[in-house]
Nanobody, 115 residues
Framework: QVHLVESGGGLVQAGGSLRLSCTAS????????MGWYCQAPGKQRELVAT???????NYADSVKGRFTISRDNAKNTVYLQMNSLKPEDTGVYYC?????????WGQGTQVTVSS
């Protein structure tokens, strides 16, 4: 069982920045695709950004140019740098690890952006 632990959420004013981190408990991290998803109140969980084991990145249109996903395989950690935050970015952010048919989720970290 892979455990993912997120950190870095919090309360920030619109226009501010936060950096989320997610650390995996297993070394399969380096060969896995990683992603960040957001679940806003009353809505379904949605993709924010993904990064493959080779470093290819994909972003939701709503965060392009503002958010950056990166990974440090030596630390089994994926990051989400969030800049120019907007109130609509508010939600619980979940880290995801995907390897073949295996999927693992973290417990989530709350991000609240005030206007």
């Amino acid at each position: 069982q892979v455990h993912l632990v997120e950190s870095g959420g919090g309360l920030v004013q619109a226009g501010g920045s936060l950096r989320l981190s997610c650390t995996a408990s297993e070394s399969i991290f380096s060969i896995s695709a990683m992603g960040w998803y957001c679940q806003a109140p009353g809505k379904q969980r949605e993709l924010v950004a993904t990064i493959t084991s080779g470093g290819s990145k994909n972003y939701a249109d709503s965060v392009k140019g503002r958010f950056t996903i990166s990974r440090d395989n030596a630390k089994n950690t994926v990051y989400l740098q969030m800049n120019s935050l907007k109130p609509e970015d508010t939600g619980v952010y979940y880290c995801n690890l995907a390897l073949g048919v295996r999927r693992y989720w973290g417990q989530g970290t709350q991000v609240t952006v005030s206007s």
